[in-house]
């Protein structure tokens, strides 16, 4: 199993990224997919999942309306659209997936304790986003 995050970079206030996650070793339609992101000083902390079987949607609170994910499952992929970027959003975004799903949407969601987060199958090695003007 394999994750590969891509398309972090430095964006002014109010810009936009794509991240992507390509994962390799297993069939991303069966699992649920989640992003997280650790600032500098913060605690990592989950931003979005997806059921890429259905297409349900979980998004933390600091990124409703702003951020978007989606799976594109012929090419094994998971997207982050993030728009109306902030400063505060500035930090190392992983995405993440678990042989358990529902381990998985309890850890982005914070229903799980934050320790289950540690324990999930397998990260990416992360990107880093930056906003600053």
């Known amino acids: 199993v394999q994750l590969v995050e891509s398309g972090g970079g430095s964006v002014q206030p109010g810009g936009s990224l794509r991240l992507s996650c390509a994962a390799s070793g297993f069939t991303l339609n069966d699992h649920v997919m989640g992003w997280f992101r650790k600032a500098p000083g913060k605690e990592r902390e989950g931003v979005s999942c997806?059921?890429?079987?259905?297409?349900?949607?979980y998004y933390a609170d600091s990124v409703k309306g702003r951020f978007t994910i989606s799976s594109d499952n012929a090419k094994n992929t998971v997207y982050l659209q993030m728009n109306s970027l902030k400063p505060e959003d500035t930090a190392v975004y992983y995405c993440?997936?678990?042989?358990?799903?529902?381990?998985?949407?309890?850890?982005?969601?914070?229903?799980?304790?934050?320790?289950?987060?540690?324990?999930?199958?397998?990260w990416g090695q992360g990107t880093l986003v930056t906003v600053s003007s």
């Open positions: 993440a997936v678990d042989s358990v799903p529902a381990k998985l949407w309890g850890a982005v969601t914070g229903i799980a304790p934050k320790s289950v987060s540690n324990t999930l199958d397998a």
């Open positions: 997806i059921v890429s079987s259905d297409g349900s949607t």
